[in-house]
């Protein structure tokens, strides 16, 4: 947490999070007092509107995701657009993303890659695989725990057992784990594991 994104929180009006409860202990350590207001994926399209008003008024609006960065597979784009709109300044303060680190401690080549965030669950999924598997640079998967080893079977099936991928588990936290391998080992190192748990990046490198 910087010093600027402890200023800017506490000079607030208001501050929205993805999730009020998670977000309270951070607050509580740095002694925010200020309110604190839900804004989520069930209810940022009829949010939106009324945080623009407020701020033509003048307010100050801080939003903030339980981990990682708004609008990187987290609620905040449709605001961040509707800001632009109404020609009203935004200012993203830098903090953690899952990806980059993910991205940088893979050991795969990061000097060009694809962001594809999260697989259509169903409709769209294996059309989806089948093109990442064709690109030539590495691209970079969120997943969700209950559905990694899954997601390894496919990519598998659609990039070959030989690939190199790397999957991080709870990038910056106290359990953090990077496990770098083929996609057949990497099949080998969970299949025992009965639960994964944790917000899951999957690495995988481009076809040579």
């Known amino acids: 947490m910087t010093m600027r994104g402890i200023e ?5 009006s208001v501050i929205y999070a993805e999730d009020t409860r998670t977000s309270k202990r951070l607050l509580d350590h740095y002694s925010i007092q200020n309110e604190v207001r839900s804004f989520h994926a069930h209810n940022e399209h009829g949010v939106v509107d009324k945080l623009i008003e407020m701020m ?29 709109e109404h020609n009203i300044p935004i200012t993203c303060l ?13 050991g795969l080549p990061c000097d060009r890659f694809h962001f594809e965030g999260f697989l259509p669950h169903k409709k769209g999924r294996q059309t989806r695989l089948k093109h ?10 969120y997943e969700s725990p209950h559905r990694l080893k899954k997601c390894i079977d496919q990519l598998i099936e659609h990039c070959g057992p030989e690939r190199m991928a790397c999957v ?12 770098r391998a083929t996609l057949a080992e990497l099949k ?9 748990k944790g917000e899951i990046v999957i690495v995988v490198a481009g076809k040579n």
């Open 168 to 179: 991080c588990r709870e990038i910056s936290k106290m359990h953090e784990e990077v496990t």
């Open 188 to 196: 080998a190192h969970y299949e025992p594991t009965e639960k994964v």
């Open 94 to 106: 830098p903090g953690p993303t899952a990806f980059v680190p993910a991205l940088v401690s893979s």
């Open 56 to 84: 033509e008024r003048g307010h100050v609006i801080a939003l903030i995701s339980d981990a990682g960065t708004p609008g990187i597979s987290d609620p905040g784009f449709l605001l961040a657009r509707a800001c632009h």
């Open 8 to 12: 800017m929180l506490k000079q607030a």
């Open 132 to 141: 990442l598997a064709e690109l030539p640079n590495t691209f970079v998967l």
